[in-house]
């Protein structure tokens, strides 16, 4: 299935499907292909953060990727999922990326340093447009639907859920 997205500023494109293992990012206006971003399996999820200065994609080989959208240039490859990363997606500051796999965790990633801040067992449903909550769903055992919220700390952040049942560490 194709799948595109618009960066922010709406100036680019990200396109993928899940046949190849190729994502395309496109200048909107020439429809020029700018970089192709090759993975070793079909792309399942792409996410721009904020800025649109890097792209997240999610990989059938398990794993989320983090590349440069401005030279497309890998940065990190994000390894830990037991299943394939269903989404990705940013904060709206883009200081944490999450990505959701149908192992029925999500990851939160710091994008700086590609470092695990937390694993959690649950999907992220979606970050908030403005601010640090976000919505999130459990399955096991039963349907469950909340919000969280990130709250700095010394060691980065964490999580307030008004259902903190299947919230982990990293």
Not at 108 to 120: K, V, Y
Not at 121 to 132: E, I, T
Request: glycine share 10%; net charge negative; charged share 15%.
């Amino acid at each position: 299935l194709p799948s595109s997205l618009t960066q922010p500023q709406m100036d680019r494109l990200a396109s993928c499907t899940t046949e190849t293992g190729d994502v395309t990012i496109q200048d909107v206006s020439t429809g020029a292909v700018l970089h192709t971003l090759n993975h070793p399996r079909e792309v399942w999820s792409v996410g721009w953060s904020p800025t649109g200065e890097l792209l997240a994609t999610g990989c059938g080989d398990f794993n989320a990727y983090l590349w440069s959208a401005l030279t497309g240039r890998l940065i990190h490859t994000l390894r830990g999922h037991k299943n394939v990363p269903f989404s990705v997606q940013f904060d709206a500051t883009g200081s944490v990326l999450a990505s959701s796999a149908w192992d029925g965790t999500t990851r939160f990633w710091d994008p700086r340093s590609g470092e695990e801040i937390l694993n959690a067992l649950v999907n992220v449903m979606k970050f908030a447009a403005h601010g640090s909550k976000l919505a999130y769903v459990t399955g096991d055992g039963g349907m469950s639907i909340g919000l969280a919220e990130f709250v700095p700390s010394q060691a980065f952040s964490t999580i307030v859920a008004d259902d903190p049942e299947g919230w982990g560490t990293a």
